[in-house]
């Protein structure tokens, strides 16, 4: 399989290249440029499989005709040390927790993923040190930085914005030491986002050094995030046929389900999009925004303006510019009316946060992390008679400790993986918002 840049001004990539590369040279998004679709005898037997034989079939359309298929399985199974359940919160929506990975958030999968095929190229290249760069408003840092964690022949440095990530977030990518490095830049996510970008267009640094991304504009960690939305599915059928005890047909939910996913750079929901493209039986999907809510502008003007971000309770999601914005625009065809069609949008602030965790709790006892709190309004505000709603909760709540524990007065205990990194020691090189500065950094670590 070939990808193609969004930009279309640069040569086609093998899947290789578009994962060492990140970013194609012409500043665009990598593309795959076929969507396999599943056939319905897939879909029939969906609810029988387990989340890995789901995701290894979804994976062989992705990535079948560049790894072999022995290998591929492994780098899955590997992958996915974890489950994700689907859980009923309130009549009619569920949650699909995506938090049982070893950082506590979706983006666990897209990121061992990314660390294995990585691996797996270097590997077979015989390539000298790789250097992964990653921007992180939270969760991206520490998912990257466990996924990557002792992977020979690669290094990553992290670039976060300081004082702007929680301190459980921080500790997850700031305490691991051996192939991990914490950048601390003085300046805003987009700031760390810019630095990452801009290392990557240096002709001499490139010279220097062997640069690569994690961000999930990298393929590698933005396809893999499908494999969860067929795990859901298969588990609300699998539901649906214990409670009616019938068969159903292979396109079951299409006129029912809505899929609403909690967004900052849109990678995680146009993965999502992907599943749908590939037959994913779905009505719509429904992106949920915080106070950053560029795209919910875009469906109701037409205009993409992007702007500044702000900081809110859900700061993984503290996005003024989301990177995949270009991957939605390209899979509809730059057409205003299809992206509406297909994605609803719906933003809220911090009070309507707050206050959306605290009702949840309070009257079904679920414990909602600010993020999966937009994405529990979104459904809650906007399904229609008839419709089931699922919503992806994308960080466990205790991730967000203080907040979570202000808003509903009560103490919320960390899971036994995230206590592990508060013991640990925090080690970061301080960074200011100069490009010039990261990159007198970056040179002198190649010496
Ligand atoms: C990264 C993140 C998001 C946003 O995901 P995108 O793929 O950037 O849209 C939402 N919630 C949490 C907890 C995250 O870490």
Same mark, same amino acid.
């Given at each position: 399989?070939?990808?193609?840049?969004?930009?279309?001004?640069?040569?086609?990539?093998?899947?290789?290249?578009?994962?060492?590369?990140?970013?194609?040279?012409?500043?665009?998004?990598? =593309?795959?440029?076929?969507?396999?679709?599943?056939?319905?005898?897939?879909?029939? $037997?969906?609810?029988?499989?387990?989340?890995?034989?789901?995701?290894?079939? @979804?994976?062989?359309?992705?990535?079948?005709?560049?790894?072999?298929?022995?290998?591929?399985?492994?780098?899955?199974?590997?992958?996915?040390?974890?489950?994700? *359940?689907?859980?009923?919160?309130?009549?009619?929506?569920?949650?699909?927790?995506?938090?049982?990975? *070893?950082?506590?958030?979706?983006?666990?999968?897209?990121?061992?993923?990314?660390?294995?095929?990585?691996?797996?190229?270097?590997?077979?290249?015989?390539?000298?040190? @790789?250097?992964?760069?990653?921007?992180?408003?939270?969760?991206?840092?520490?998912?990257?930085?466990?996924?990557?964690?002792?992977?020979? +022949?690669?290094?990553?440095?992290?670039?976060?914005?300081?004082?702007?990530?929680?301190?459980?977030?921080?500790?997850?990518?700031?305490?691991? %030491?051996?192939?991990?490095?914490?950048?601390?830049?003085? +300046?805003?996510?987009?700031?760390?986002?810019?630095?990452?970008?801009?290392?990557? =267009?240096?002709?001499?640094?490139?010279?220097?050094?062997?640069?690569?991304?994690?961000?999930?504009?990298?393929?590698?960690?933005?396809? *893999?995030?499908?494999?969860?939305?067929?795990?859901?599915?298969?588990?609300?059928?699998?539901?649906?046929?214990?409670?009616?005890?019938?068969?159903?047909?292979?396109?079951? %939910?299409?006129?029912?389900?809505?899929?609403?996913?909690?967004? $900052?750079?849109?990678?995680?929901?146009?993965?999502?999009?992907?599943?749908?493209? =590939? +037959?994913?039986?779905?009505?719509?999907? =429904?992106?949920?925004?915080?106070?950053?809510?560029?795209?919910?502008?875009?469906?109701?003007?037409?205009?993409?303006?992007?702007? *500044?971000?702000?900081?809110?309770?859900?700061?993984?999601?503290?996005?003024?510019?989301?990177?995949?914005?270009?991957?939605?625009?390209?899979?509809?065809?730059?057409?205003?009316?299809?992206?509406?069609?297909?994605?609803?949008?719906?933003?809220?602030?911090?009070?309507?946060?707050?206050?959306?965790?605290?009702?949840?709790?309070?009257?079904?006892?679920?414990?909602?992390?600010?993020?999966?709190?937009? %994405?529990?309004?979104?459904?809650?505000?906007?399904?229609?008679?008839?419709?089931?709603?699922?919503?992806?909760?994308?960080?466990?709540?205790?991730?967000?400790?203080?907040?979570?524990?202000?808003?509903?007065?009560?103490?919320?205990?960390?899971?036994?993986?995230?206590?592990?990194?508060?013991? +640990?020691?925090?080690?970061?090189?301080?960074?200011?918002?100069?490009?010039?500065?990261?990159?007198?950094?970056?040179?002198?670590?190649?010496?």
């Amino acid at each position: 399989m070939k990808y193609y840049s969004t930009n279309h001004e640069a040569p086609l990539a093998s899947l290789e290249q578009a994962v060492v590369k990140g970013l194609a040279p012409d500043r665009g998004l990598y =593309m795959p440029e076929r969507i396999v679709h599943l056939p319905a005898s897939f879909f029939e $037997g969906i609810q029988d499989l387990s989340f890995k034989e789901i995701s290894c079939r @979804v994976a062989e359309a992705y990535f079948g005709e560049d790894i072999p298929v022995d290998t591929l399985h492994q780098i899955v199974c590997d992958t996915l040390s974890f489950e994700t *359940p689907l859980v009923t919160v309130s009549q009619g929506i569920d949650s699909l927790e995506l938090f049982h990975g *070893p950082t506590s958030a979706f983006k666990d999968v897209g990121a061992r993923f990314m660390a294995r095929l990585l691996g797996f190229f270097i590997r077979r290249q015989g390539q000298r040190q @790789v250097n992964v760069l990653v921007a992180t408003s939270g969760d991206t840092g520490s998912a990257v930085a466990n996924g990557f964690l002792g992977v020979e +022949g690669i290094h990553v440095y992290v670039l976060y914005p300081k004082g702007l990530v929680s301190d459980i977030q921080e500790m997850q990518f700031t305490t691991l %030491g051996q192939n991990i490095t914490a950048v601390e830049v003085d +300046g805003t996510f987009d700031d760390c986002q810019r630095l990452v970008k801009s290392a990557f =267009m240096d002709e001499s640094l490139n010279r220097q050094l062997y640069l690569t991304s994690a961000n999930s504009i990298n393929v590698a960690r933005f396809l *893999p995030q499908s494999f969860y939305y067929f795990n859901a599915y298969a588990q609300w059928k699998r539901r649906r046929m214990e409670q009616t005890g019938d068969r159903l047909p292979a396109d079951y %939910g299409h006129d029912e389900l809505v899929i609403c996913v909690p967004s $900052g750079n849109f990678g995680n929901i146009t993965a999502g999009l992907f599943a749908w493209e =590939m +037959g994913l039986p779905v009505k719509r999907f =429904m992106a949920a925004n915080n106070r950053n809510d560029i795209f919910l502008k875009y469906l109701r003007s037409g205009h993409y303006e992007p702007r *500044p971000s702000v900081a809110t309770l859900a700061n993984a999601m503290d996005v003024g510019d989301p990177s995949n914005f270009v991957r939605v625009m390209d899979l509809y065809g730059h057409d205003h009316a299809t992206v509406c069609r297909h994605v609803q949008g719906a933003a809220y602030d911090d009070r309507q946060i707050a206050e959306t965790i605290l009702q949840v709790w309070q009257q079904y006892r679920y414990l909602l992390d600010p993020h999966g709190a937009c %994405g529990y309004r979104a459904l809650q505000e906007n399904l229609q008679p008839g419709e089931s709603g699922v919503f992806l909760e994308t960080a466990h709540p205790a991730k967000f400790k203080h907040t979570v524990e202000r808003i509903i007065a009560e103490p919320v205990t960390l899971p036994e993986s995230l206590q592990a990194f508060m013991n +640990g020691r925090k080690q970061s090189v301080p960074m200011t918002a100069s490009f010039e500065d990261f990159k007198r950094y970056l040179s002198s670590e190649a010496e």
